[in-house]
T-cell receptor
Framework: NAGVTQTPKFQVLKTGQSMTLQCAQD?????MYWYRQDPGMGLRLIYY???????DKGEVPNGYNVSRLNKREFSLRLESAAPSQTSVYFC????????????FGSGTRLTVV | DQQVKQNSPSLSVQEGRISILNCDYT??????FLWYKKYPAEGPTFLIS?????DKNEDGRFTVFLNKSAKHLSLHIVPSQPGDSAVYFCAASVSGGYNKLIFGAGTRLAVHP
């Protein structure tokens, strides 16, 4: 099925551990995004990649790094996880500039203990 | 500093009646607005959008109204159905901003028989 695929779906980390969240899209979209969803805060943009080879910070980038590996894949890395990073993480993609909505993945629920 | 605000965390409506979800924004540069619907354990899905050159856009049971002078938009669902029970996110963007969306905190709609 065409769309955005995120792995893993669930993860529990200990404080200080690192991990990479994977995201891949097969719609030939130019732009990709990482958001986190927290209760009462909605969806907040962590990082985005307007096109292959470029990445930029969003609203809440601290504690995260990203890699746009190719046009299809955009990964999010937590180098040293903290309890404040407990959240649900969504990857999304879009055609890019101009109007148009996002296609979201189903999310990764991350708990940092 | 929330640029997109959904001040009602929840809304309960009887089946067959109208649901009205509200959203306010502060950034006058926003010129494209979208509504997303989210079911539990799934990613948000695009519902309907409106450009700032319009004041109304309709798609079946869903209508979005935009009042630029008040920096306010609303989503009307008529008639409401139990399957509409979900969290609804309002989002906004600036044209040419690589489609970077800023989301509100969401409103949980419950439609009961």
């Amino acid at each position: 099925n065409a769309g955005v695929t995120q792995t893993p779906k669930f993860q529990v980390l200990k404080t200080g551990q690192s991990m990479t969240l994977q995201c891949a899209q097969d719609m030939n979209h130019n732009s990709m995004y990482w958001y986190r969803q927290d209760p009462g805060m909605g969806l907040r943009l962590i990082y985005y990649s307007a096109s292959e080879g470029t990445t930029d910070k969003g609203e809440v980038p601290n504690g995260y790094n990203v890699s746009r590996l190719n046009k299809r894949e955009f990964s999010l890395r937590l180098e040293s996880a903290a309890p404040s990073q407990t959240s649900v993480y969504f990857c999304a993609s879009s055609v890019g500039t101009g109007s148009g909505g996002y296609t979201f993945g189903s999310g990764t629920r991350l708990t940092v203990v | 500093d929330q640029q997109v605000k959904q001040n009602s965390p929840s809304l309960s409506v009887q089946e067959g009646r109208i649901s009205i979800l509200n959203c306010d924004y502060t950034n006058s540069m926003f010129d494209y607005f979208l509504w997303y619907k989210k079911y539990p354990a799934e990613g948000p899905t695009f519902l309907i959008s409106i450009s700032s050159i319009k004041d109304k856009n309709e798609d079946g049971r869903f209508t979005v109204f935009l009042n630029k002078s008040a920096k306010h938009l609303s989503l009307h669902i008529v008639p409401s159905q139990p399957g509409d029970s979900a969290v609804y996110f309002c989002a906004a963007s600036v044209s040419g901003g690589y489609n970077k969306l800023i989301f509100g905190a969401g409103t949980r709609l419950a439609v009961h028989p």
